[in-house]
C-alpha cells in the first residue's frame, strides 16, 4: 500500500457527483412519464411510474429475499470435501 | 466457389495446432477461424453435403438461416477467444479450443440427428481440457463431474435416436412434437446442455474452475448450440416457455449470494438462457427472433464480461467479490470495457442487450403469458444486480483491497476490444443483426416508451442499490458454498453411497458369521455321529446291522416259503 496517487472516486465529491446524477436521471424519467402518452400492452403498464417501482420493488425484494435464502443454502467454503 | 464443412477447417486448424510450435502455432491458431470465416460466406446457399456410413446417410452440412446466423456467431467467438488467448498462449488451450469449435460447426450445421449425436458428444470431450488446463485439483475434480453429465447427455441423445429409428421414423433436424419417448429423450439430452433448471448445476460447477480463456469459449458454444437445436427441434413447444421462465428467476437468488465472480456470471448465464428458452418455447415468428437475436448479443457481452473476470484472475490470482475491490485505479480499460458488458447485458439503450431482450417480452405479452413477463420483468432488474452493478462494482469499485494490478496485457485488452465493439455495434445499429435474423422483423427497439420505461425499470433498480449502500443494508460478500442440486451428487450421493458400503458390510459379515456358525454345527455333528465313539461308528452298531441283515434275509426267506404253497 505505497500507492499515495489519488485516483478518481477516492475524493467524495466525485462519489457524491455519480450519485446525485443517477437521481436526477432517475426524477428525468418520471417527469418524462408524465407528459408521455405511452403505448402499452399491459394494463399495468399504463400506471403512472410503473417501471420505476416495479424495478425498486424488484431489486430491494431480490436482496431481501436472498439474505433469508442465505440462511438457508449458505455453508462454509470447504463444505464439499472433493 | 468451393467451400467445405466448416467443421474440418476447424479440424484441420487443430492438428496443425498440435505439431507446430511457438509462434508458427499461435498464428495457425488465430488464422483457423478467419478461413473458417471465409469458407463459411463461400458456403452460404450451398447445396447439403451428405456421407453414406454404415448404411445410413448422414448430412454433415445442412445450411439455412439459422445455422448461418450461428456459425458466423461462433466463428467471431472463437476468433476473439484465440487473441484473447495469446497471453499466454499454450498448446493445450489453442489445441483444445479449435477441436471444440470444429465440433460445435459440427453441430449446428448437422442435416440430421446421427451427424448431431457425433458432434455432441465431441463438444464435451473436446472442451474438458480447458478445465483440466486450469491445473488444480479442484479443477480436476469439476472436470469429471463435467464430463459425466456431457456424456449422460449424449448417451440420452443416442437412446433418442435408436428409438427414432426403431420407429422407422426420420432423423431429419426437423420440429419434433413433444410426445413418446424418443422425443422425451431427445428433449432432456439438450436440457442437460441448455441447463434446464435441476440439470444446470454443471454450468455454475464447470465453468468457474476453467482456465481464464476457457471459461469464455465454454461459455460461448456449448449452451447456445444446444439453444440451437432447441430453436430447430422443439420451436412453440409450450413447457419451454415455464422452463425459461424459471430460469430466468431462480439463478438471480444465488447470483446475489456468491462470491466468486465467475460463478456469478455462470448463473447469470443460466438467467439469460432462460429469455432464450422462453422465447422458443413462445415460437411466434417475434419470440423465435428475440431468441435468436438474445443468443447472439448475449455471446458477445458474455463473453466480454468473461473476459474481463479473466483479466482480473490472470493479474491478481483472486476472484472473489470479497478479496477485490478498487482496481479501475491501474486497470481502467479493462473496468470500462467490463462496464461496456455490464450495460449490455442489462440492456441500456444504445447497448446490445435491449435491442435483444425487449423481444422475447413483447413475444410474452403478445402471447398471453402475463406472468411470464412479470418474471422475465423481475429477472431484468436482477440482471442490473448482479450482472450490471456487482460483477463491475466489486471488481472494480468498492471498497479499495488495496492491490495495484497491472492493466490487463494487449492481447486481452484487444479482444475485450473487439467484443466491446460488437455490444455498442448492435446496440447502436440494430438492423446490422435483424436483417440476419430467420424471420423478417417488424420490431421497432428505439421506441420513446420503449426507451423511457427501460431507463426507468434500470435507473431505478439502481437507485435502491445506492440507498442499501449508502444505508448499509446491501449485503456483504463472503466467500461460501451456496447449495444447490450439485448438494445431491456431490454431498448425499458420496454419504450414501459410504453408508451403504458400511452397512452392506455389516450384513456381510454377519453373513460370513451365520455361515461359519452353520459349518462349524455341521462340522461338530459329523462328528458327533461319524466320530470316534460316534453313534454309527459304534461297534454294537456293526452288530446291530448285522443282526439287521439277518433279520431281513430270515423275512425274505419265509415269504418265500410261504409264497411257494
Same mark, same amino acid.
Given at each position: ?20 446524477? !443517477? $437521481? /436526477? ?15 402499452? &400492452? ?19 425484494? !431480490? $436482496? /431481501? ?15 464439499? &470435501?472433493? | ?565
Amino acid at each position: 500500500m505505497n500507492d499515495k496517487k489519488t485516483y478518481l472516486f477516492d475524493k467524495p465529491r466525485n462519489v457524491k457527483l455519480v450519485i446525485w446524477t !443517477l $437521481v /436526477l436521471a432517475c426524477a428525468a424519467t418520471l417527469i418524462a412519464d408524465v407528459f408521455a402518452h405511452r403505448h402499452v &400492452d399491459h394494463p399495468w403498464e399504463s400506471m403512472f411510474g410503473f417501471y420505476a417501482a416495479f424495478g425498486f420493488g424488484a431489486y430491494a425484494l !431480490l $436482496v /431481501l429475499v436472498s439474505e433469508g435464502l442465505r440462511l438457508l443454502i449458505q455453508r462454509r467454503k470447504d463444505y464439499y &470435501d472433493d | 466457389m468451393i467451400s467445405v464443412a466448416p467443421f474440418l477447417i476447424f479440424l484441420v486448424g487443430a492438428a496443425l495446432a498440435m505439431v507446430a510450435r511457438g509462434r508458427v502455432r499461435d498464428v495457425i491458431a488465430v488464422a483457423t477461424p478467419v478461413v473458417g470465416a471465409i469458407n463459411l460466406w463461400a458456403l452460404d446457399g450451398s447445396a447439403p453435403m451428405t456421407v453414406m456410413l454404415f448404411g445410413h446417410e448422414l448430412i454433415l452440412v445442412e445450411v439455412d438461416r439459422l445455422s448461418m446466423l450461428f456459425g458466423w456467431l461462433f466463428h467471431l467467438a472463437v476468433f476473439v477467444v484465440l487473441v484473447y488467448n495469446l497471453y499466454r498462449p499454450t498448446k493445450l488451450e489453442q489445441v483444445s479450443i479449435l477441436a471444440y469449435g470444429a465440433s460445435t460447426m459440427g453441430a449446428i450445421f448437422a442435416g440430421d440427428l446421427l451427424t448431431l449425436l457425433l458432434f455432441w458428444e465431441g463438444l464435451g470431450l473436446t472442451s474438458v481440457f480447458l478445465v483440466l488446463a486450469r491445473g488444480t485439483r479442484k479443477a480436476e475434480r469439476a472436470a469429471v463431474r463435467y464430463l459425466m453429465l456431457q456424456v449422460l447427455s449424449g448417451v440420452l441423445l443416442m437412446c433418442g435416436i435408436i428409438v427414432l429409428i426403431n420407429q422407422g421414423r426420420s432423423l431429419a433436424m426437423a420440429p419434433l412434437e413433444l410426445e413418446g419417448l424418443a422425443a422425451w429423450l431427445i428433449f432432456l439430452s439438450l436440457g442437460i446442455k441448455a441447463g434446464f433448471p435441476l440439470l444446470h448445476n454443471w454450468i455454475t460447477d464447470t465453468y468457474p474452475e476453467a482456465t481464464e480463456t476457457g471459461t469464455v469459449i465454454m461459455s460461448a458454444l456449448t449452451t447456445k448450440t444446444s439453444i440451437y437445436c432447441l430453436a430447430s427441434l422443439f420451436p412453440g413447444t409450450e413447457l419451454l416457455i415455464y422452463i425459461g421462465a424459471t430460469m430466468t428467476v431462480f439463478p438471480i437468488f444465488y447470483a446475489v449470494l456468491e462470491d466468486d465472480l465467475r460463478r456469478v456470471l455462470s448463473y447469470s448465464l443460466i438467467n439469460q438462457l432462460g429469455f432464450m428458452i422462453t422465447g422458443i418455447g413462445i415460437g411466434t415468428e417475434l419470440a423465435i427472433n428475440g431468441a435468436v437475436a438474445h443468443a447472439f448479443a448475449h455471446v458477445m457481452y458474455k463473453s466480454l464480461l468473461f473476459m474481463s473476470m479473466g483479466a482480473v484472475l490472470y493479474r491478481t490470482g483472486k476472484i472473489g467479490a470479497s478479496e477485490l475491490g478498487g482496481l479501475y485505479r491501474t486497470m481502467p480499460k479493462t473496468t470500462i470495457m467490463c462496464i461496456i458488458g455490464a450495460a449490455s447485458i442489462s440492456a441500456f439503450p444504445l447497448f446490445s442487450g435491449f435491442v435483444a431482450k425487449a423481444m422475447v417480452m413483447s413475444a410474452a405479452l403478445q402471447g398471453g403469458y402475463d406472468w411470464v413477463w412479470i418474471a422475465l420483468l423481475f429477472a431484468s432488474a436482477g440482471v442490473l444486480h448482479h450482472a450490471g452493478i456487482k460483477i463491475p462494482f466489486f471488481a472494480f469499485f468498492g471498497h479499495d483491497s488495496g492491490q495495484r494490478p497491472k492493466e490487463a496485457p494487449k492481447p486481452m485488452l484487444i479482444a475485450m476490444f473487439i467484443a466491446s465493439v460488437m455490444c455498442i455495434g448492435i446496440g447502436v445499429f440494430p438492423e446490422l443483426l435483424y436483417d440476419q435474423l430467420p424471420y423478417p422483423v417488424t420490431y421497432e427497439p428505439y421506441t420513446f416508451e420503449h426507451v423511457l420505461t427501460q431507463l426507468q425499470l434500470l435507473l431505478f433498480a439502481a437507485l435502491c442499490f445506492v440507498v442499501l449502500r449508502v444505508t448499509k443494508l446491501e449485503p456483504h460478500e463472503r466467500p461460501s458454498v451456496n447449495l444447490d442440486i450439485e448438494w445431491t451428487y456431490r454431498w448425499l450421493l458420496p454419504r450414501a453411497g459410504r453408508w451403504a458400503y458400511v452397512k452392506l458390510g455389516y450384513f456381510a459379515n454377519h453373513l460370513r458369521q451365520l455361515s461359519q456358525v452353520g459349518t462349524q454345527g455341521t462340522v461338530w455333528l459329523v462328528k458327533l455321529w461319524h466320530g470316534p465313539g460316534g453313534l454309527f461308528a459304534r461297534d454294537p452298531l456293526i452288530s446291530m446291522a448285522s443282526l439287521a441283515v439277518v433279520i431281513i434275509f430270515t423275512l425274505v426267506l419265509l415269504l418265500d416259503l410261504i409264497q411257494g404253497y
